[in-house]
């Protein structure tokens, strides 16, 4: 998010922006999020079939960023090695790690910070100016990060997905020259899970191991479990999730497979009936996307939880709701991005927070929340990057307005 190289984060409609400023994993550093799509985007679905209306409406009230708030996320900023400039790529579990991109002016690495140690570098890259760091997971005990790294600065440069083990050894799980999703790993039960282009607009999703079958054999084959016209997925609990075309090519839809069975699997309560959603995240628990307004009016963020019998939108109308992108969410607390500055919601409170000064990140996955954004200048070489990671867990509830209804 932040530094003085180049950087794109995984995401359907995203572009690479200078590192003057702060970005967020589907877009770049610096700037606002671009709104132009690749070659194999999905239909934008603003026409045609229309998603079914969020039946309540229960809008949150903005306030202030509480001091509480920025007592916590300063003292869990993290402090990249002197000379260097950070750029914050993905934050894990309960804040344990970090991966960021380092740069130094002479050479650019992707590096895993593990419970506020010395970062660990995961490659150097060979092209310090054009190379950069995409997206990045890591199992949940730490010991496999996946990582992938653009090798030119617009998003049709070919790209390639690695996987280190921290108690040695890397490989490179692909490399893809073709028009696609850009690559947003993730880990889960022993094997690394991504999407790529395949041509002619089509994409496929694929796994592949972690480890080699054995010492001395060759690395098994990438798995392709679907293919379609589909967006880079994402873990939701269980599932393995994405936002893909229907057949006709009129709309957009949510499918799924199962991280146990790696067959397709079905969405909980009303999300398979859902069309034409935009940006879907969901940490298992909690789903958020985005409905755009019909007839060209204002994009609404809307969330649904197990247990509700209908979504609920939260936001419409408002300054934090134009241009509203790149959703995340942990637990009670739901992030988001507009071209000004990043957002955070609290569901136990209905209150949401300006979390950024100008332009930033924020990311809430996993039991932590990370921001980042330029300190001092919004853009430019001489900004100072600012990062910072805490336990989700630690934050008290954001404070609800009195004349919040």
């Avoid at 402090?79 to 914050?88: I, M, N, S, Y």
């Avoid at 690395?219 to 269980?238: E, K, N």
């Avoid at 940490?283 to 649904?304: F, M, N, Q, S």
């Amino acid at each position: 998010m932040l530094g003085s190289a180049l950087l794109v984060l995984a995401g359907l409609g995203c572009s690479p922006a200078h590192e003057s400023a702060p970005t967020d994993t589907a877009s770049r550093v610096p700037s606002a999020p671009s709104s132009s799509e690749p070659a194999h985007a999905l239909p934008s679905g603003s026409a045609r079939t229309a998603s079914p209306p969020a039946t309540v409406v229960r809008a949150a009230c903005e306030a202030p960023l509480p001091e509480s708030w920025r007592s916590a996320l300063a003292a869990g900023e993290f402090r990249a090695p002197a000379g260097q400039r950070a750029v914050l790529t993905e934050v894990g579990p309960r804040a344990r790690w970090t991966v960021v991109q380092l740069s130094d002016g002479r050479s650019r690495r992707a590096a895993v910070v593990e419970d506020a140690e010395a970062p660990r570098t995961l490659l150097t890259f060979t092209d310090p100016v054009e190379h950069q760091l995409l997206a990045a997971d890591v199992s949940a005990d730490g010991r496999w990060t996946a990582f992938a790294v653009l090798e030119g600065r617009t998003l049709d440069s070919p790209w390639s997905l690695y996987v280190q083990d921290a108690q040695g050894g890397m490989r490179r799980l692909a490399r893809s020259t073709l028009p696609g999703p850009l690559p947003q790993p993730v880990v889960r039960n022993g094997s690394v899970f991504w999407a790529q282009g395949t041509g002619k607009g089509r994409a496929t999703i694929f796994s592949s191991p972690v480890r080699r079958p054995g010492s001395g054999n060759r690395a098994p084959s990438p798995r392709a479990l679907h293919s379609g016209v589909l967006d880079a997925p994402f873990a939701a609990g269980g599932l393995l999730a994405w936002r893909e075309a229907s057949a006709d090519g009129r709309s957009t839809q949510l499918s799924a497979l199962s991280f146990a069975t790696l067959r397709p699997a079905g969405l909980p309560g009303p999300l398979a009936a859902l069309r034409d959603l935009r940006s879907p995240a969901s940490d298992g628990a909690t789903w958020a996307w985005i409905e755009e307004g019909k007839d060209g009016g204002e994009p609404r963020l809307v969330v649904w939880r197990q247990g509700q019998s209908s979504p609920v939108a939260r936001l419409s109308g408002a300054p934090a709701a134009e241009g509203l992108d790149q959703l995340r969410i942990s637990g009670e607390l739901i992030t988001w991005r507009t071209p000004e500055a990043a957002y955070a919601l609290d569901l136990r409170t209905s209150a949401y927070t300006r979390i950024t000064p100008q332009y930033g990140y924020a990311q809430a996955r996993a039991g932590a929340l990370a921001v980042a954004y330029n300190k001092d200048q919004t853009k430019g070489p001489g900004a100072r990057s600012v990062i910072q990671v805490v336990r989700a867990d630690r934050l008290p509830r954001l404070p609800k307005p009195r004349d919040c209804g």
